[in-house]
């Protein structure tokens, strides 16, 4: 009877450990490869002034209970922003923060094990073009290019950036 070998279960943290933290957060990211994920999903909007910050809707009315888009703030007044998920979390994460790509990017660095599947949201690309964006993405992204997997439902953003920066796609 042939033996079988058996892989060690490998998680994939969809953006985070956002079953028990807010989505798309720091906290959510930590507390995932805590627990043993190697692989983490999150996912990018861009600021107005286009600076890649991790949001999955390009509003902050299910996150950070406020009736604003992403598009219409600056990166340093949406860095300010809450994103505790009241409705889910109550005041339990009240503080957490929206964070930028370059703060992932830098928590990232020192988790050499870790491979991050970033999500580049179609709405984004549909706002400031796919240029701008992979642009904008990529040059934050650049350092740990070797843990990132650049993942999107726009194929043609996906096309033209596999063209200008060719990486894991």
Not at 29 to 58: C, K, M, N, T, W
Not at 91 to 105: M, T
Not at 120 to 130: N, T, Y
Request: glycine letters at 4%; hydrophobic letters at 45%.
């Amino acid at each position: 009877m042939p033996s079988k070998s058996h892989q060690p279960l490998q998680l994939i943290a969809h953006r985070g450990y956002a079953h028990r933290f807010p989505e798309n957060t720091l906290l959510a990211l930590r507390e995932a490869v805590a627990i043993g994920a190697r692989y983490v999903e999150f996912d990018i909007q861009l600021s107005a002034d286009r600076v890649p910050v991790l949001l999955h809707d390009s509003d902050l009315r299910r996150t950070g209970d406020m009736e604003t888009s992403v598009f219409d703030m600056q990166a340093a007044d949406l860095l300010c922003c809450t994103v505790g998920e009241p409705a889910r979390f109550g005041n339990r994460f009240a503080k957490e923060r929206i964070p930028s790509l370059q703060q992932v990017v830098d928590w990232l660095a020192g988790q050499p094990q870790v491979t991050a599947f970033v999500e580049v949201k179609a709405e984004s690309i549909q706002h400031f073009g796919a240029e701008i964006v992979h642009r904008a993405v990529w040059q934050v992204l650049e350092p740990v290019r070797s843990q990132v997997v650049l993942i999107s439902y726009d194929d043609a953003f996906l096309f033209a950036a596999r063209l200008a920066a060719p990486s894991a796609i």
